[in-house]
C-alpha cells in the first residue's frame, strides 16, 4: 500500500515534534507500506525569512522570494531524514527540483502542471521513506516557483494522485 502523508509547520517546530512525526511515519513504514511524507517548513520559519527579506529590501522580486522560501522546506525534509536515520530508517529527502515537479511561471503563486514520478519510485523500491518538500514547484526555466497558500496540501494531494496512492 502506498500512503501519502503531509504535516505542517507545526507539527515540525522542533526536535521533539520531529522525532514523533518521524515514529509516525515509521509505524507505517515497518508495517510494509511505501511512504511519502510531504512538509512544510518548520513552525513560523517562513514567517522569519520574510522579515529578513524586508529587512533588506522592502520590496523584494518575487522570483527571489519564492528562491529563499523554499529553503524552510528543504530543512524540514532534511532534518526529518536525519532523525529517521537515528531511528534506524533509511528514508530520503527531495526537494521540487530533485522531483521534477513543473509549474507555471508565476513566482509567489504557482500551479502544479505535472509530476515526474520515476526519482519517487526509485527511492521506493529501495525501501526508503520518501520525504518531499511542500508548497514549491519549478518552472520551465527551473526556477523556483512557491504555490501560495495551502501549498503543501496542493503538493501532497498531487503527488497522491500522480502515484494513484491508496491513503
Do not use: W
Request: net charge positive; aromatic share 6%; glycine share 8%.
Amino acid at each position: 500500500m502506498l500512503i501519502v502523508k503531509k504535516f505542517g509547520g507545526t507539527s515540525v517546530a522542533n526536535k521533539e515534534r520531529i522525532f514523533n512525526v518521524a515514529k509516525r511515519c515509521i509505524e507505517d513504514y515497518k508495517k510494509g507500506h511505501d511512504v511519502i511524507v510531504v512538509l512544510s517548513a518548520m513552525g513560523k520559519y517562513t514567517d522569519e525569512l520574510v522579515s529578513m527579506a524586508k529587512d533588506i529590501n522592502p520590496y523584494p522580486p518575487k522570483r527571489e522570494m519564492d528562491m529563499l522560501y523554499t529553503i524552510g522546506e528543504q530543512m524540514s525534509v532534511s532534518l526529518m531524514a536525519m532523525a529517521m536515520a537515528e531511528l534506524g530508517v533509511n528514508a530520503v529527502s527531495l526537494n521540487a527540483f530533485q522531483v521534477q515537479m513543473k509549474t507555471t511561471a508565476a513566482y509567489g503563486n504557482a500551479r502544479l502542471k505535472k509530476i515526474e514520478t520515476e526519482r519517487i519510485r526509485k527511492e521506493l523500491d529501495d525501501r526508503r521513506i520518501v520525504l518531499i518538500t511542500g508548497f514549491q514547484g519549478i518552472n520551465k526555466y527551473d526556477d523556483y516557483t512557491t504555490l501560495g497558500r495551502g501549498g503543501s496540501d496542493t503538493t501532497a494531494v498531487a503527488l497522491a494522485a500522480a502515484l494513484r496512492a491508496d491513503k
